[in-house]
């Protein structure tokens, strides 16, 4: 079995940071690192950014030049380095695994960006 357990997340003011991270366990030969996604309340699952076996990294439009993935390959662990949040940053953030063509998914870690 995988396990993947979000963290880094809270409540942070407009304009400040926060850092997720996202760390795999268990049966975790083989598996790689996809992306982070966030879904608001009432709306879709969206993506946000993704990071290849390559390093190779892609950003929403909304996040580009705010938002940083990157990955620990030793530790097993995903992160997002999220700065000057704004208040539609607000969602539940999830990160995304893949092993064997299979997706794992973690359970989710709430970001609240609010004066």
């Known amino acids: 079995q995988v396990q993947l357990v979000e963290s880094g997340g809270g409540l942070v003011q407009p304009g400040g940071s926060l850092r997720l991270s996202c760390a795999a366990s268990g049966s975790i030969f083989n598996i790689t690192p996809m992306g982070w996604y966030r879904q608001a309340p009432g709306k879709q699952r969206d993506l946000v950014a993704t990071?290849?076996?390559?390093?190779?990294?892609n950003y929403a439009d909304s996040v580009k030049g705010r938002f940083t993935i990157s990955r620990s390959n030793a530790d097993k662990t995903l992160y997002l380095q999220m700065d000057s949040l704004k208040p539609e940053d607000t969602a539940v953030y999830y990160c995304r695994w893949t092993k064997l063509g299979l997706d794992y998914w973690g359970k989710g870690t709430l970001v609240t960006v609010s004066s």
């Open positions: 990071i290849t076996s390559g390093g190779t990294t």
